[in-house]
């Protein structure tokens, strides 16, 4: 008769040692011209969002479309201390924003969206799915999470060409419940890979709030088994963020590995268009629009710099003829030719 197993002594974890953390971050110094870049940046995605929707309105855009509005300060604040050409960028489907942030022209873009062979990816991405090697913008995926993966897989890139770059990989409160984010964080500070994990927390995974779906609602922590620290950042104020992001960058380029930033912020609009977002409360929604919005905010900033309201509505306008301006483009380009169905599906490498 075999003995039964001898009971393991009960044993107390050891203390972890105290790891190193980034600084606290300070709020950008922006000079007035940086601001005003800033503004004309995340007012560009407010009114292209709007268009959009109105556009698919109209049934000029299929599929799926999740607009962006209300969290511009984010894409703007994060993606301006980011370089095209060292740097890579990688996000799920909320991504029209983060292209524009990005100085992709809005033209290709609203082409993409209405399936047009001018579009950035010729059409055959649309809302959800667009992609330039050419900017390091390696997508647009509708898989919930799928990016997070990939997108350490572009950070291991940088690090095994010696490039100096850092990939930023967006993802949203929901997919911060996938189980593949967990992987990929291990894997990423098994090999401190340069990589920063930016949760865009808007508080309503498609329907369900963050208070019903996630046991650990501050998203900033998640990494912290990992020995991956976190920052939770204001993401309604572009100056925070760009704040938070140097310092994020200044952590990734030291080869200290991963580092998650929070953006707490919030979009007006539903999850997609389809969506009334009968789930939360016309206050709420208005309570954010009166006195959280970042674009307002922003304009105060402004306003206490010297720039006048006349010179504001100019920018306005300015920013609405070039949204105009990419519809027509837009509306007026050729679909693609049906041969392009058979295109850009294999690469072959030798």
């Not at 409160?173 to 593949?180: E, K, M, P, S, T």
């Not at 498609?206 to 609602?217: D, F, N």
């Not at 925070?240 to 080869?255: I, Q």
């Amino acid at each position: 008769m075999a003995r039964p197993a001898k009971k393991a002594a009960a044993t107390t974890a050891p203390a972890i040692p105290n790891r190193e953390r980034p600084a606290e971050p300070k709020r950008y110094q922006a000079t007035k011209d940086e601001l005003l870049d800033f503004y004309k940046q995340m007012l560009l995605i407010r009114r292209f969002e709007e268009r959009a929707g109105q556009l698919y309105g109209l049934g000029l855009i299929g599929g799926f479309c999740h607009l962006y509005i209300g969290q511009e300060a984010v894409a703007v604040g994060l993606q301006s201390a980011m370089k095209v050409g060292r740097d890579s960028v990688i996000t799920g489907y909320r991504d029209h924003g983060h292209m524009l942030a990005y100085g992709i022209d809005p033209k290709l873009i609203m082409a993409e969206l209405t399936g047009r062979a001018a579009g950035i990816s010729k059409g055959k991405g649309g809302s959800m799915h667009m992609f330039s090697v050419e900017h390091g913008f390696y997508g647009g995926h509708g898989i919930v999470g799928a990016q997070v993966s990939l997108g350490t897989g572009l950070a291991f890139k940088h690090q095994y060409a010696g490039d100096g770059g850092t990939c930023l990989t967006y993802f949203g409160d929901g997919a911060a419940n996938q189980g593949q984010v967990y992987e990929s964080f291990n894997m990423a500070k098994l090999w401190d890979l340069p990589v920063i994990y930016a949760i865009e927390n808007n508080q309503y995974a498609m329907g369900t709030s963050v208070e019903r779906s996630s046991s650990e609602p501050d998203f900033y922590k998640r990494g912290e088994s990992h020995r991956i620290p976190g920052i939770q950042v204001d993401g309604m104020d572009v100056l925070a963020v760009r704040g938070a992001a140097e310092e994020a960058m200044a952590w990734t380029r030291g080869g200290k590995g991963p580092i998650i930033l929070e953006l707490k912020t919030y979009r007006y609009r539903g999850h997609s268009m389809s969506d009334p977002a009968k789930y939360r409360t016309r206050e709420e929604v208005q309570d954010f629009r009166e006195h959280r919005d970042p674009i307002d905010h922003a304009a105060k900033e402004l306003g206490k710099a010297g720039v006048s309201a006349e010179e504001l509505k100019a920018i306005d306008k300015e920013i609405k003829d070039i949204v105009v301006n990419a519809a027509k483009f837009a509306e007026d380009a050729p679909e693609p030719a049906a041969a392009e169905l058979y295109t850009d599906v294999l690469v072959e490498s030798y």
